[in-house]
């Protein structure tokens, strides 16, 4: 049998046609070039596909993440509102007033607008709940307050200052009872004349042994009181009731003669009463004291206390000096 030669492409097209139709297109068409990564996708819906239909793709937002947030401070709560007590009503806001009305006077300001307005006993009553010796202060000072805002101060009316002067007098004399002795000032001197006046001894001034010092000491706040004298006078009169003590470079005490009782005692006391036709401001002690017999430093003390005060008033001094050849 005779061969038949067939050409070359029938051969191959044969080939071609016992492929299916999806190795044809590869055999002659180029591979599709492979899209780049989808980014993943979640399937919301599952649903049956016809043959040859496409899975359509689901649409992502890449979102750049944001900078994380700071964390949220906690709330202050508010205090809880403190327990009512029992028997107190409930607090009703509704019914507070928006608006508080003025408070009321209290006895010091009642006491000097019934003074300004001349009434004089009611003053005197809105002043009961105080301390007598503040009640008598009180009482002055508001005639006091009432001149001050009357009273010409630049020099066109110096009467009226000088009443305004002796009302301020008067109120310092009523306060002075309640405050300390002073003793402003304390030195040795050779004669003393009156207050203020006076002779001092030198800087360094050595005392003869067993003579008699003096000791010159200006006071303040004295005591001081009217009197009536044995003949019927009205008169004031200072008191004051001190000691003197001396001590010696080492601190033990000098003994020293008391002419009243006639021995030796370690505090020499003396009493001052002096009478006056109007009231002291400025008062004065002058203390004679004796000279130790051994020379040497010693420090003399001077203790003064009020005798008519209810409380105590004293007031103290340490002076020192020498005793030498």
């Not at 020099?155 to 405050?179: C, H």
Request: net charge neutral; glycine share 4%.
């Amino acid at each position: 049998m005779a061969s038949v030669r067939c050409p070359a492409w029938f051969v191959v097209a044969a080939a071609l046609t016992a492929l299916p139709a999806c190795n044809v297109a590869r055999f002659f068409c180029a591979p599709p070039p492979s899209p780049p990564p989808a980014p993943a996708t979640v399937s919301t819906e599952s649903r049956a596909l016809a043959p040859g239909q496409r899975i359509p793709k689901a649409e992502v937002v890449v979102v750049a993440p944001s900078a994380p947030s700071p964390p949220m401070e906690p709330a202050i709560a508010p205090p809880p509102p403190a327990p009512a007590k029992s028997g107190d009503p409930m607090p009703n806001p509704l019914l507070e007033p928006t608006i508080r009305g003025p408070r009321p006077d209290t006895p010091l300001v009642a006491a000097l607008r019934a003074h300004l307005d001349n009434q004089f006993a009611t003053a005197v009553g809105h002043l009961k709940g105080f301390e007598r010796p503040n009640q008598e202060l009180l009482l002055l000072l508001l005639p006091i307050l009432d001149a001050a805002r009357h009273t010409d101060l630049t020099g066109r009316d110096p009467r009226a200052a000088s009443l305004l002067i002796k009302q301020l007098e008067s109120a310092q004399e009523v306060a002075a009872k309640s405050a300390p002795l002073e003793i402003t000032q304390a030195e040795f001197v050779h004669r003393v004349v009156q207050y203020g006046v006076f002779d001092p001894l030198p800087a360094g001034h050595r005392f003869l042994p067993g003579g008699v010092g003096v000791l010159y000491a200006e006071i303040d706040r004295v005591p001081v009181l009217p009197a009536t004298q044995t003949n019927g006078e009205h008169r004031f009169v200072t008191r004051l009731d001190g000691t003197i003590q001396l001590r010696d470079a080492n601190g033990r005490t000098v003994e020293l003669y008391d002419p009243e009782k006639n021995r030796m005692v370690p505090e020499l006391p003396f009493a001052r009463a002096d009478f006056t036709r109007s009231p002291v401001r400025d008062f004065f002690l002058k203390v004679e004291f004796p000279i130790p017999e051994k020379p040497g430093r010693y420090s003399l003390t001077l203790e003064i206390r009020d005798p008519t005060a209810q409380t105590e008033r004293r007031a103290r001094k340490v002076v020192e000096f020498q005793v030498g050849p």
